[in-house]
């Protein structure tokens, strides 16, 4: 796939303002990045909508389950800098043609592992192939979107992923309580599988894109150093870590606590569940576009303080308030969310992709790492104390960002 519409050295480059919301090229780039959100995110969580199933057919722990998703998420995340520094060779396009291929592929082979290890080996290596998405689509999108829609573009691939994840749950809901959980794993693979072709048939070709000359590991080092010494951007991945981490955990162990008792729901309608990610969806685009009027930071903290006051009412024993508390809590999560991983390519003038890929390790390690240790938690004290700790990790990002980021110095 041809990768610049002009040469590098034309001059017409340097003059690329992006294109613009409304045009074709614009309604393609988001629906084609919506595509790959739904391949992405379906397959990152396959297991997590039937978590209870695994657990029970293979005898482990809700912790043990739970490194299904884990796995894939350190997978996803140690290789989200390599993956960036390989699209600034080949291309963002051609990057995530090849991460989303070979997902999809690995996808299809878990429901054949014949043990708990093999399992998570394939799920590892599906993580890691998947790390040529998310990264690489921000940095994609700062390159080909005008600067002035590139915030509402960013928060409609964020409401994007919220589609895959959901799907991806509703689909292994239903067909695990109906036939196992290797089939619901078959499911979601075939269903990420579509949404890949779609990927492959929409998105254009890159107009913004300028190959990296090759550097040196010390060149690529240095890069990353200069964002660490930012600290705009570490409050950006601290947050990315603490909030996604507790919000991984929530998503993980709430079935767990609405399959016993005195709840007692079967996988199916736990499965559903996870249509509150619909306001995951809403809120991206929605905080998106109130950054216009109350900048970046403002929003961010709003995302932030309706997530503590959704984990506020899950605290009690009402499973309709429980409910309701999911769905504020992830619409405040998502918000926050959509405006971090915007924020870090406006924060950094070079290097996006690369500024990018630590939004995501710190992103996918929080994942990985607070996602499980949350099941320790969990059964050791119970829901109050998983929810508890995730309010607690959602003050500290807020007083973080708050600090780092005062109101005068936030860009609109």
């Known amino acids: 796939m041809r990768q610049n519409a002009t040469s590098p050295a034309s001059g017409a480059l340097s003059r690329w303002d992006g294109h613009p919301k409304g ?3 614009y309604g393609r780039i988001l629906a084609g990045l919506s595509c790959a959100g739904v391949a992405t995110f379906a397959q990152l ?27 894939a998420t350190v997978g996803l995340a140690v290789t989200v800098i390599p993956w960036s520094f390989l699209a600034d060779r080949i291309g963002r396009v051609r990057a995530m043609m090849w991460g989303i291929c070979m997902a999809t592929i690995l996808g299809l082979m878990v429901p054949l592992a014949g043990n ?8 590892l290596l599906e993580g890691m192939a998947l790390g040529g998405i998310p990264a690489i689509a921000i940095a994609y999108l700062n390159e080909e979107v005008t600067k002035a829609h590139a915030a509402l573009a960013a928060g409609s691939y964020v409401a994007g992923t919220t589609l895959g994840g959901l799907a991806g749950r509703l689909v292994a809901g239903p067909a695990g ?3 196992g959980w290797r089939a619901a794993a078959l499911a979601v693979s075939l269903l990420a599988t579509l949404a890949a072709v779609a990927f492959l048939v929409l998105v254009p070709p890159a107009r913004g894109f300028v190959p990296a000359r090759a550097t040196g590991l010390r060149a690529a080092l240095g890069t990353l150093a200069g964002h660490l010494r930012s600290i705009r951007l570490l409050a950006l991945y601290v947050q990315a870590f603490l909030m996604m981490g507790g919000f991984v955990a929530i998503y993980n162990y709430l079935g767990f606590r609405l399959a016993g008792a005195p709840f007692g729901l079967p996988a199916t309608l736990i499965s559903l569940i996870f249509l509150a990610y619909l306001a995951g969806t809403f809120s991206s685009r929605w905080a998106a576009g109130l950054t216009v009027r109350f900048g970046r930071r403002n929003v961010l903290l709003g995302g932030l303080a309706l997530a503590v006051a959704g984990l506020a009412l899950t605290l009690t024993p009402s499973l309709v308030l429980i409910l309701a508390g999911l769905v504020v809590f992830t619409g405040g999560f998502f918000a926050a969310h959509s405006i971090g991983s915007g924020w870090t390519g406006a924060i950094a003038s070079t ?11 710190a992103y996918y390690l929080g994942s990985s790492l607070l996602g499980w240790a949350g099941g320790l938690l969990f059964q050791a004290w119970g829901w109050n104390a ?10 500290l990002t807020a007083a973080t960002v708050a600090v780092v980021h005062p109101a005068e110095a936030t860009p609109h």
């Open 23 to 25: 045009s074709s090229a």
């Open 45 to 71: 969580y396959s297991t997590q909508a039937v978590l209870p199933l695994l657990a029970a057919d293979l005898d482990i722990t809700a912790a043990e389950a739970a490194l299904t998703i884990s796995l």
């Open 116 to 123: 708990f290890g093999m399992l998570l080996a394939l799920r």
């Open 177 to 179: 309580e109906l036939w």
């Open 351 to 361: 290097g996006r992709a690369q500024a990018a890929s630590l939004y995501n390790l």
């Open 386 to 395: 998983l929810a508890g700790a995730v309010m607690v990790l959602a003050c």
